[in-house]
């Protein structure tokens, strides 16, 4: 069978193979990914594998009928919608399987610029100490908090939260920024910085790390499931490089992300209480586990108090006594490490 011209072009320019996995669920994929399969074949992926997690019976169709016509994508269906981590966590047994030499996961709205992957491919070879060196590396995504700091020049180290940190929120951290602020806007812009976690979406990772089987927890089910399994790779000794040259913007801004205005408040507001529960219990246990030492401990605390006050406070003013209920429950089973307590999605 004739290769795409788009594959023969990778095939050219690199000389790697590159096979790569999307999730989508509900009526997402003539709305948004569509288009991200078709951007990405459009890259001279070998394969593109589908995790339908749950799709409506009209979307799973159109799936069907897409893989039907394009023999590079493989549908790999789930029942219902079980969670971004257990999905992904398919996708990268599916993966593994193959003989691939590169993994590139992508979330369904992330319809890619041409020459993305290859642009990712070069920024890792760059960076590669040696040939097998497990060096990930990931774009810069829109919207994401943490990625629009890093690329205005502020320090890493003032950037992503340190041990100790609440919910992400570290007020010594914080009052450090602020005293920094003049010097950090106009810091060092480095366009290529290693980061401690990433999101799945844009990632492209060695298929090597997947066959040691260091996958997503699936007790997570869904938010914050990226950071936690991430976080793992760079604590077992791999690198995440942040290109920030390299930009995938999510078509549909994310939830967590949207409630970055005034966040806790947000959160403890919204209709969506499982997503209330599922974005703090997995934030907290991610910053709980991260806890070394006397000096992480106590700062925890001091940035536990914090936020639980203003949470409190929040609840009394907006009478959102059922959102704090629930905060309070994430909280406590993150610490004890429970996740006995699954959500429908």
Same mark, same amino acid.
């Given at each position: ?20 996995? +999307? ?20 890259? =001279? ?13 009209? @979307?799973?169709?159109? *799936? ?9 994508? %493989?549908?790999?269906?789930? =029942? ?34 041409? =020459? ?13 100490? $040696? !040939? ?85 927890? +699936? ?12 976080? &793992? ?22 939830? %967590? ?9 947000? @959160?403890?507001?919204? !209709? ?6 599922? $974005? ?12 070394? &030492? ?10 536990? $108090?914090?936020? *639980?006050?203003?949470?409190?406070? @929040? ?7 059922? =959102? ?22």
């Amino acid at each position: 069978m004739d290769k795409p011209p788009g594959e023969l072009r990778l095939m050219r320019a690199i000389g790697t193979d590159v096979v790569a996995a +999307t999730v989508t669920y509900g009526d997402r994929f003539d709305t948004v990914c569509r288009r991200t399969v078709e951007s990405v074949l459009e890259e =001279g992926v070998f394969r593109l594998l589908v995790v339908d997690n749950g799709s409506v019976e009209a @979307s799973a169709r159109a *799936m069907d009928e897409f893989a039907a016509e394009e023999p590079r994508v %493989t549908i790999l269906r789930n =029942g219902s919608n079980e969670g971004s981590a257990s999905a992904f966590r398919a996708a990268m047994i599916w993966a593994s399987g193959t003989d691939a030499d590169l993994v590139w996961l992508l979330d369904d709205d992330n319809a890619v610029d041409p =020459g993305t992957l290859a642009a990712l491919i070069d920024a890792r070879a760059a960076a590669s100490i $040696s !040939p097998n060196d497990n060096v990930i590396v990931t774009p810069r995504r829109i919207p994401n908090a943490l990625h629009e700091r890093v690329a205005s020049g502020i320090p890493i180290e003032l950037v992503y939260p340190r041990p100790g940190a609440f919910l992400g929120f570290d007020i010594l951290a914080l009052m450090w920024r602020r005293l920094r602020r003049r010097g950090a806007m106009n810091g060092d812009k480095t366009r290529v910085v290693e980061v401690p976690y990433a999101p799945y979406g844009g990632l492209l990772i060695p298929r090597e790390l997947l066959r040691l089987r260091r996958l997503p927890d +699936t007790r997570l089910q869904l938010y914050a499931d990226d950071t936690v399994w991430t976080s &793992g790779l760079v604590r077992s000794g791999h690198r995440i490089l942040l290109v920030l040259d390299i930009v995938i913007a999510d078509a549909e801004g994310k939830w %967590t992300q949207a409630q970055q205005g005034n966040s806790l408040t947000n @959160s403890l507001r919204s !209709p969506r209480r499982d997503r209330l529960y599922l $974005s703090t219990r997995n934030r907290v246990f991610f910053d709980h586990q991260s806890l070394s &030492g006397v000096g992480s401990r106590l700062r925890y605390l001091l940035n536990r $108090s914090t936020v *639980m006050l203003f949470a409190m406070i @929040s609840a009394l003013r907006y009478c959102e006594r059922d =959102g704090l209920r629930i905060f309070l429950t994430a909280v406590r089973d993150a610490e004890r490490g429970d996740f006995s307590r699954t959500v429908a999605l």
